[in-house]
């Protein structure tokens, strides 16, 4: 069985560097810019040799027509001359078409012939064998004679002429000395621009070098920044603040796995122990059985609560939309407080709400978030400290307080309240504490329904958290209608 040869993988392409592309094209753009202008200046000069040549032409004509206008005359050498000097030849032509003087020319016999049947045009004569290449002109003439060494003789014709090899020859000179300096100029340029470059990107290269570096491992390796004006700088900038993000996601990654470990171990060490206790026929006397599966029914809600806890604050994590419903917060207090009263019966927990305020949200979360925040209060205050939970609409928002008369937090501790499985170096009322994911459920819930929360704690003046959530507009009802200039809508007046 005949098998195709596999073909062989292409080559990869070898990757260009910003270095050659920026170099290849200032060249191809100087380049460009300088060979066009050469060219623009060869043609412009061209064109004007050539009006030149013609302008000549045209003005020794009508000399000559100016002399023919005065009538019979007769030509010597220096008036000859002197019509001949616009121009660069002069021939005098006999009455039997012979050459019978001439000035300037070197052939004239070929000029006359060449322009025998063309009076008074301008011929162009290029490439002829005998005859360099020019323009000429020949006038026919009457009653004009001319002195020659034989005497006079009648005048039958004069022919101008100007030569353009000359011209020819300046114009290829001038474009053969405009592409030297073309090519001394893309030479310079060429150093110029690799210097330029050279320094310019420094800054590229060494980004480009710490970025290698930090993708080895060197976590704490930052690109050079030197001034916030230039692009590689705000580049630089954009980049490190972004590597310093990564780093903080990493370092809260581990912490947040040592910390979910952590919380886990305890309630797992505790569940193993009084089975192992079990298994080891420790437990014979049934109130002592019983008592141990209390325990570990204690600790498999408590890990089931945690589990649950980072369930949600995942959820919110990924941006996941809550329920938004219509939500009455001071019911939805009034229970919370009542619940604590029960839970807590020697503590004083108070409700201040005037009137209701409605909002829109996922109910159970909003009730998690004064459930933590008043059980937190609860547990990390004295049993005689007060809570008082107050609750108003202030600017189209429904702002929550929950302030208590504890001891308060340690301003060195604030910052760090909202911070998961963060507690406190020191409980301030129960030496065991929750799982510390409290305050940041809060924080997570509460930024789920765009608002804000905030923890104040003046040293030894309590703590109060507030939590502010937007407040929908009222859609008109039948009857009503919005105000003009006001955001909030009211009942209108019937007439």
Not at 184 to 193: E, G, N, P, W
Request: aromatic content about 2%.
């Amino acid at each position: 069985m005949n098998r195709t040869p596999l073909a062989a993988p292409p080559r990869p392409r070898r990757a260009v560097t910003i270095r050659v592309r920026i170099l290849a094209g200032v060249l191809v753009l100087l380049a460009a810019g300088v060979i066009g202008n050469s060219v623009a200046g060869a043609l412009t000069l061209r064109h004007y040799l050539e009006d030149r040549g013609e302008d000549a032409l045209r003005d020794s004509g009508d000399r000559v027509h100016e002399v023919l206008a005065r009538g019979p005359h007769t030509l010597n050498d220096g008036q000859l001359a002197a019509l001949a000097a616009p121009v660069l030849g002069i021939t005098v032509v006999g009455r039997d078409g012979t050459v019978v003087d001439h000035v300037g020319d070197d052939v004239p016999d070929a000029v006359n012939e060449l322009t025998a049947d063309r009076p008074d045009q301008v011929v162009t004569l290029t490439d002829h064998p005998s005859v360099p290449d020019l323009i000429a002109r020949r006038i026919p003439t009457s009653g004009l004679t001319a002195g020659t060494a034989n005497g006079e003789v009648s005048v039958s014709a004069l022919v101008l002429t100007v030569r353009t090899d000359v011209d020819r020859m300046t114009v290829a000179d001038f474009i053969s000395r405009q592409a030297g300096s073309v090519g001394i100029t893309l030479v310079l340029a060429s150093v110029t621009a690799l210097l330029i470059l050279k320094f310019g990107l420094r800054p590229l290269k060494q980004m480009a070098d710490a970025a290698d570096a930090i993708a080895s491992g060197a976590r704490e390796e930052r690109l050079p920044t030197y001034s916030r004006r230039s692009e590689t700088d705000r580049l630089a900038l954009a980049v490190n603040e972004a590597f310093d993000v990564q780093v903080r996601a990493e370092d809260n990654l581990r912490s947040f796995a040592a910390d979910a470990s952590h919380e886990l171990r305890t309630p797992l060490a505790t569940v193993s122990g009084w089975l192992d206790l079990y298994h080891q026929g420790g437990l014979t006397d049934p109130g002592d059985l019983d008592r141990a599966l209390e325990r570990v029914d204690g600790e498999v809600g408590r890990m089931r609560l945690l589990v649950e806890e980072l369930s949600l604050l995942a959820r919110l994590d990924a941006g996941r939309p809550l329920d938004s419903a219509p939500v009455d917060l001071r019911r939805l207090a009034a229970d919370v407080v009542q619940d604590a009263q029960v839970i807590a019966p020697g503590r004083t927990v108070r409700l201040h709400a005037p009137r209701p305020v409605h909002v829109a949200g996922d109910g159970p979360r909003l009730q998690q978030v004064l459930n933590n925040l008043i059980g937190n209060a609860t547990q990390h205050t004295p049993a005689g400290a007060a809570i008082d939970v107050s609750l108003e609409e202030s600017g189209g928002r429904a702002v929550i307080r929950v302030a208590d008369d504890g001891p308060g937090i340690a301003s060195e501790d604030l910052p760090h309240v909202f911070d998961r499985f963060w507690r406190a170096g020191t409980s301030r009322g129960n030496a065991r504490g929750g799982s510390g994911l409290g305050l940041a459920i809060v924080q997570a819930v509460v930024h789920a329904h765009h608002g804000t929360v905030d923890i104040t704690s003046p040293p030894g003046d309590g703590t109060t958290v507030t939590v502010v959530l937007p407040v929908p507009e009222p859609v008109p009802g039948p009857g009503q209608g919005a105000v003009p200039g006001r955001g909030r809508t009211r009942t209108a007046r019937r007439r």
